[in-house]
């Protein structure tokens, strides 16, 4: 079990069928592997849980943004005077402020090929997309601060706007973002062997090819970001923050305030969602911090649903020419994509450079002897790019899904069956690709033949037979994806009376840590569960973490906890051996009490019939903070433990999804939806259910709902959740799910990732469906009633 950027875990009880898996697959005498429901859950549900905007430290203020309202424009002038003048308005700033404060005054830039400047954290001289922050308003309260943020007057010159990726690359008329990009190109990259794959393409019998965009799409999380500045001249910063990852936003915000890592504080409670826009700091979280220590008193901010959409980073959106090189009887013998992907008007953080990894994942389940991927990251004059669920692997995913597909039409195969000819061998693991990823196990058959069975796919009726007069078809979709990466740290403290502190240097946002870790220390220890308490979100109180994003956090942070735990029970086995006079390898632990339990060459068996026989944890916890302990033992009884993966563990599975299509409407129900994932093994069952249920929810977002939408001008046309497409409960299916266990041999819990795999999966399966349904070569997300029946319309005109 492991996460992403989700808020998922508490989705409701697993179906029978899956209730059914959950009790099987459970171990009653361990609670790892058990279907342990939620300890987050109450105070989430009763309203007790405390979110970042209900934090008010005495004295605050709020701070409200004035944005850019041009998708590219010259700023001529800036008059903050009438704002100024308002009541209660405490202050108004423009980055001429900034520029004279201390403060660089720009986000941590993001390493690109081309030497552009970072993101400002209010526009300096040119806005590069709407919505940028232009000036900042502080007053007494929100309100006010939202009226005085509307009475700022600002000029603009507009300025000519491209939103679409290929064009500002390869339109000589498009105009351009930055003098030291000429071509708007931000950063390029290739993986894989060029030549070997055109020897595959020209050996092949034939090649098969598609079009394909990869929909951009706004992180929708229930809770907008949120941040509140505090700064006192002795201590520095102490910034409460919506963040995924409060270490790193510690970093990002110490570089962008022109301080040490040392003054700021970062504090993150609840975190309402996260999906990857909050796994980086953005102008207001740095601004809030900047304005309070102007002023001398907390400044918080909190995003509107509008400012979330305007600016709060995207995600997707690429343009994809594809080939497939196959011979006739379905053996894949290259694959070659070129991407421009978008990364918005300035790089942030690392989503710029995540297009350029994407290519990694394009073999997905198949041995494909050669693959060649170019990609160019390209500024457009929209909001900027980052990591959304999934983070480049649905992308890639989507590309190799689609291309089988196609592929199988061309040659009269079923997709199914030329999925099953090309799929890697079970033996052939640890796998290495063409383009750089070693999958570290895999067993991909028994999964695919699950989800099949499930959906009764050997019995399906052509779809042109339905009664109703609807179209149905039949979707597959194969994945890996590639989960862990990065060190984490975990400290276990036992305190005086044996309940148990842990501390993860992860941070949840709705992937149920405070749950699963438990479990696993609670295994660990031999110990209860509710004697196990969890902490994350303190950079002040919690050794140095690197966050919870890409899946990663139950293989580095639950390694972590697991191994810190271990030691803490070795140094505890060592002190029961002092109290009971015996050495350290005669003494067993079970549940909670150490014993004598035999002789060796240094411990005669009259020592040990001599000696007390056993002694509870509890009171070895109290020893170890008193009297008595060994003399090269400290006193105290924690460890604390950085986890390093060497590598990265490979999740995969089958998604199978069944749609009905109207031919006259275009409306399209997805009438089954089942999801088979290997995620190695499972701590929690049920919370893996509710990661794979949110993460097909997204993915079915994607898939027929979502897609962000500006103007020629730049202008964001999908401002608000009325006009930006949401799926509702009534939009979705029943989401059936079942597994397989293949253990990873990387870790030693033998966990994989799992949080991301339903965006992966279900965006493909969705779009396979559809076009199985039409029987048609390929249409573009998101699958809305026009565009399906603008699909039929052009397929009958043919």
């Given at each position: 079990m492991s996460d992403a950027e989700s808020a998922d875990a508490g989705a409701a009880d697993p179906s029978e069928h899956d209730q059914e898996a959950v009790d099987e697959d459970a171990d009653t005498d361990a609670y790892t592997g058990s279907g342990e429901k939620r300890r987050e859950d109450a105070a989430l549900l009763s309203g007790r849980a405390e979110?970042?905007?209900?934090?008010?430290?005495?004295?605050?203020?709020?701070?409200?943004?004035?944005?850019?309202?041009?998708?590219?424009?010259?700023?001529?002038?800036?008059?903050?005077?009438?704002?100024?003048?308002?009541?209660?308005?405490?202050?108004?700033?423009?980055?001429?402020?900034?520029?004279?404060?201390?403060?660089?005054?720009?986000?941590?830039?993001?390493?690109?090929?081309?030497?552009?400047?970072?993101?400002?954290?209010?526009?300096?001289?040119?806005?590069?997309?709407?919505?940028?922050?232009?000036?900042?308003?502080?007053?007494?309260?929100?309100?006010?601060?939202?009226?005085?943020?509307?009475?700022?007057?600002?000029?603009?010159?507009?300025?000519?706007?491209?939103?679409?990726?290929?064009?500002?690359?390869?339109?000589?008329?498009?105009?351009?973002?930055?003098?030291?990009?000429?071509?708007?190109?931000?950063?390029?990259?290739?993986?894989?062997?060029?030549?070997a794959t055109e020897e595959a393409f020209a050996a092949a019998d034939r090649t098969v090819s598609i079009d394909l965009e990869n929909n951009r799409l706004i992180s929708s999380a229930l809770e907008p970001r949120a941040a509140i500045g505090e700064f006192d001249p002795d201590e520095g910063f102490t910034v409460t923050v919506t963040s995924q990852s409060p270490h790193g936003h510690r970093r990002k915000l110490a570089h962008t305030l022109g301080v040490r890592e040392g003054e700021v504080r970062v504090v993150s409670p609840r975190v309402g969602g996260g999906f990857g826009h909050k796994g980086?700091?953005?102008?207001?979280?740095?601004?809030?911090?900047?304005?309070?220590?102007?002023?001398?008193?907390?400044?918080?901010?909190?995003?509107?649903?509008?400012?979330?959409?305007?600016?709060?980073?995207?995600?997707?959106?690429?343009?994809?020419?594809?080939?497939?090189?196959?011979?006739?009887?379905?053996?894949?013998?290259?694959?070659?994509?070129?991407?421009?992907?978008?990364?918005?008007?300035?790089?942030?953080?690392?989503?710029?450079?995540?297009?350029?990894?994407?290519?990694?994942?394009?073999?997905?389940?198949?041995?494909?002897?050669a693959i060649h991927c170019e990609t160019r990251a390209v500024f457009?004059?929209?909001?900027?790019?980052?990591?959304?669920?999934?983070?480049?692997?649905?992308?890639?995913?989507?590309?190799?899904?689609?291309?089988?597909?196609?592929?199988?039409?061309?040659?009269?195969?079923?997709?199914?069956?030329?999925?099953?000819?090309?799929?890697?061998?079970?033996?052939?693991?640890?796998?290495?690709?063409?383009?750089?990823?070693?999958?570290?196990?895999?067993?991909?058959?028994?999964?695919?033949?699950?989800?099949?069975?499930?959906?009764?796919?050997?019995?399906?009726?052509?779809?042109?037979g339905a009664d109703d007069g609807r179209l149905r078809g039949v979707g597959i979709a194969n994945y890996v994806e590639s989960t862990g990466g990065g060190f984490e740290s975990g400290l276990v403290r036992v305190l005086p009376d044996g309940d148990v502190a842990v501390y993860a240097g992860t941070h949840s946002h709705g992937q149920g840590h405070e749950t699963t870790y438990a479990q696993l220390v609670a295994d660990a220890l031999e110990r209860p569960i509710d004697r196990i308490q969890v902490s994350e979100g303190d950079t002040a109180a919690i050794p140095t973490g690197t966050g919870t994003f890409g899946s990663r956090s139950t293989i580095v942070g639950g390694n972590a906890v697991v191994e810190s735990a271990e030691k803490v029970l070795a140094k505890a086995r060592r002190?029961?051996?002092?109290?009971?006079?015996?050495?350290?390898?005669?003494?067993?632990?079970?549940?909670?009490?150490?014993?004598?339990?035999?002789?060796?060459?240094?411990?005669?068996?009259?020592?040990?019939?001599?000696?007390?026989?056993?002694?509870?944890?509890?009171?070895?916890?109290?020893?170890?903070?008193?009297w008595g302990l060994p003399d090269d033992l400290e006193p105290g009884l924690e460890s604390t433990t950085f986890y390093d993966l060497d590598g990265a563990a490979y999740t995969f599975g089958t998604h199978a999804c069944v749609v009905a299509v109207d031919p006259d409407t275009g409306d399209v129900e997805l009438e089954r939806y089942f999801a088979v994932d290997d995620c190695g093994e499972r701590v929690n069952p049920l919370i893996v259910e509710g990661q794979v249920h949110g993460g097909v929810a997204q993915g079915i977002g994607q898939a027929r709902y979502e897609q962000v939408a500006y103007d020629d001008d730049g202008t964001l046309l999908t401002e608000t959740m009325d006009s930006y497409g949401v799926p509702r409960a009534a939009d979705l299916p029943s989401i059936e799910t079942d597994s397989t266990v293949t253990p990873s041999p990387l870790n030693e819990l033998g966990v994989k990732g799992i949080g991301e795999a339903g965006t992966i999966a279900a965006p493909p399966a969705v779009v396979n469906a559809v076009c199985d349904a039409l029987d048609i070569t390929h249409v573009d997300m998101p699958l809305t009633e026009e565009h399906v029946w603008r699909a039929i319309s052009d397929q009958n005109e043919e």
């Open positions: 979110y970042t905007d209900d934090r008010e430290p005495p004295g605050t203020v709020h701070l409200a943004f004035v944005r850019s309202e041009h998708g590219h424009a010259d700023l001529e002038e800036i008059d903050t005077s009438a704002a100024e003048a308002m009541d209660d308005v405490l202050g108004a700033y423009t980055w001429a402020d900034v520029e004279a404060s201390p403060s660089p005054g720009r986000l941590q830039p993001p390493g690109l090929d081309r030497d552009v400047p970072a993101h400002p954290v209010l526009a300096t001289d040119r806005v590069r997309y709407h919505g940028q922050p232009v000036a900042v308003v502080v007053a007494e309260d929100r309100y006010r601060a939202r009226d005085a943020a509307a009475a700022v007057d600002v000029e603009y010159d507009p300025l000519e706007a491209v939103v679409d990726p290929e064009t500002a690359a390869t339109d000589s008329e498009a105009p351009r973002l930055f003098e030291a990009a000429p071509d708007n190109i931000a950063t390029t990259a290739e993986l894989g062997d060029r030549d980086h700091h953005h102008p207001g979280e740095a601004m809030a911090a900047w304005c309070a220590r102007e002023l001398e008193v907390p400044v918080k901010w909190t995003a509107t649903r509008s400012g979330n959409y305007l600016e709060g980073a995207h995600g997707r959106d690429h343009r994809t020419t594809a080939e497939l090189a196959i011979d006739d009887d379905g053996t894949i013998r290259g694959l070659r994509a070129e991407t421009y992907a978008s990364v918005g008007g300035y790089g942030l953080g690392s989503g710029a450079r995540m297009p350029v990894r994407y290519g990694r994942l394009l073999s997905s389940q198949y041995a494909i002897d457009t004059t929209t909001a900027p790019i980052h990591s959304y669920r999934g983070a480049g692997r649905p992308e890639a995913i989507y590309v190799t899904e689609r291309l089988i597909d196609v592929a199988a039409d061309e040659l009269g195969l079923d997709p199914v069956e030329l999925r099953r000819r090309n799929l890697i061998s079970p033996e052939a693991f640890p796998y290495e690709t063409p383009v750089g990823a070693t999958y570290d196990s895999g067993d991909y058959e028994p999964a695919m033949d699950k989800a099949l069975e499930a959906i009764g796919y050997d019995e399906r009726t052509d779809a042109t002190i029961a051996a002092t109290e009971l006079g015996v050495d350290s390898a005669q003494i067993g632990y079970e549940d909670g009490t150490f014993a004598v339990s035999g002789a060796n060459d240094s411990v005669s068996a009259e020592a040990v019939s001599g000696a007390d026989e056993t002694v509870s944890f509890e009171d070895i916890a109290d020893t170890a903070y008193g």
